[in-house]
């Protein structure tokens, strides 16, 4: 094995890491705090003032929001100098959430001897994938203590606890043919099986398991009650290097941890001293129409608060237009996994745009702007990755197919601000387990260090 195949083994392991210990967007984002924290980055107060901080305090911070969006700034003290609006921000923009199950306010369901949990999906699942699957269980509580107060609390049970069962194909003879999976009937996980005899699963016995397990999490068994949820189901399954060649990644929410840990890792082993912004938005996967998604204020609101308070006294400029200013000399790259050609499939894809795993990312385009990448800020990145000596592809949805969207057109009409849609070539996107070529996230990567520390921007 060279050298470099151990660097990127090592990079994927880190990232299959990354991704199993964030089965949702809490916990996602509470890693990478943790990341941040040990980089010596400061976590700033979004309710405080903070132009009575330090320059030191607010050269290397962050912003969260929701406990699961963020956005990141690197090397804000050079936004004081007097030439700072000339050096443009180098943006990287990605999302912190993955289609998935979401229980609802009352889940408990006994039926039929079981007791399963009612389930609302979340985004655009590929539901077949999730039967037949060992499921556990994280996300949000908020729970009330001895004291009365509420808090909020990450828990993660880990173990698998439910699971959704197939019907035996004696019930369903067609089903190889056309299987319909219908989300309020077929899609309910059964969590335990009653005694005989017993009281049925029962809101009262759920939130029982919650506390008890909110409890462990917190180490303290005076926590008095949970009082409500955000709670997803996950396979159990880690994240592997698979083929026999070690040529792919199989894991969960490929799309699109790995953009954020791709970025989030770039940007700290670039060693750049350029002004850097990372936001990695929830809800992306259902229309980012939310205060944490790319439609909200977050981005925006947090880099005129930066601007304004790191300004230079000699500046009399309005940070508003200061702001704009310096957007304008600014660039974005959106990245979001992208369609690999499907060899069981090829017709579904454009006959001159089949991306292919391991050929390098995929930079998206779409006329109608479901993409924002346009010629300039492609011919930027294609500059990048051949600096690096490193491949790309390119990709556009087929003529009579609809096209998907990403936080790109989101965030460059909110900013007005250039931007590049890319993403890692993958197979079964949505899917409960994802894959993707072994080369392209650290490829991405190696570009991405390139970027963050480049001096001139188009």
């Known amino acids: 094995m060279t050298a470099k195949d151990t660097t990127v ?5 880190d990232l299959l890491t ?29 309710t405080a ?27 804000m003290a050079a936004l004081a100098e007097p030439e700072a609006i000339s050096r443009g921000l180098r943006l990287y923009g990605a999302h912190t959430d993955s289609p998935c199950l979401k229980l609802k306010p009352l889940p408990a369901l006994s039926r039929h001897g079981t007791g399963q949990l009612g389930v609302e999906i979340y985004g655009g ?18 729970v009330t203590t001895s004291k009365d107060e509420r808090r909020s609390l990450l828990i993660d049970f880990r173990r698998a606890i439910a699971t959704v069962p197939s019907l035996a194909i004696h019930l369903d003879r067609e089903v190889n043919q056309n299987r319909s999976v219908n989300p309020q009937k077929h899609m309910p996980p059964v969590m335990l099986l009653e005694q005989v005899g017993g009281a049925g699963f029962s809101t009262e016995r759920f939130e029982q398991l919650l506390l008890d397990e909110a409890r462990k999490t917190a180490g303290d068994d005076s926590l008095k009650r949970v009082v409500s949820w955000e709670l997803s189901l996950y396979d159990t399954q880690p994240g592997a290097i698979i083929g026999v060649e070690s040529q792919m990644l199989a894991s969960a929410r490929l799309d699109n941890l790995l953009s954020c840990h791709v970025g989030l890792q770039a940007m700290l082993d670039s060693k750049s001293s350029e002004p850097c912004v990372l936001v990695f938005n929830d809800h992306e996967e259902v229309g980012s129409q939310s205060a944490e998604g ?74 109608n702007q479901r993409y924002a990448t346009n010629a300039v800020t492609s011919a ?40 590049l849609d890319i993403g890692m070539p993958q197979w079964a996107m949505h899917s409960i387990r994802e894959l993707c070529g072994s080369e392209d996230p650290h490829n991405f990567y190696t570009v991405m260090k390139a970027y963050f520390s480049r001096q001139t921007l188009p």
């Open 380 to 419: 930027f990145y294609e500059e990048l990755a051949s600096g690096c000596n490193l491949p790309w592809q390119s990709f556009v949805v087929r003529t009579d197919m609809a096209c998907g969207s990403t936080i790109g057109p989101i965030t460059a009409s909110a900013l007005g601000v250039k931007t």
């Open 125 to 142: 699942a590929l539901l077949n994938p999730w039967f037949d699957r060992d499921l556990s269980m994280a996300g949000r509580v908020v």
């Open 294 to 367: 790319a439609e909200g204020n977050l981005l925006p609101s947090t880099i005129q608060r930066m601007v304004a308070a790191v300004r230079s006294d000699s500046t009399t400029e309005d940070v508003s237009v200061r702001a704009h200013r310096l957007l304008e000399r600014s660039f974005m790259v959106s990245a979001d996994n992208a369609h690999a050609i499907h060899p069981n499939y090829p017709d579904r894809h454009d006959e001159n745009h089949g991306p292919q795993l391991n050929r390098g990312p995929v930079i998206k385009v779409n006329h």
């Open 49 to 75: 003032d903070w132009s009575t901080l330090s320059l030191e305090a607010l050269d290397r911070s962050y912003v969260v929001r929701n406990g699961s969006s963020i956005v990141i700034l690197a090397n």
């Open 18 to 46: 990354f991704i199993d210990n964030s089965p949702t967007p809490f916990h996602a984002v509470a890693n990478m705090r943790e990341v941040l924290d040990k980089a010596g980055f400061t976590a700033l107060d979004a």
């Open 9 to 13: 083994e090592t990079f994927n392991r």
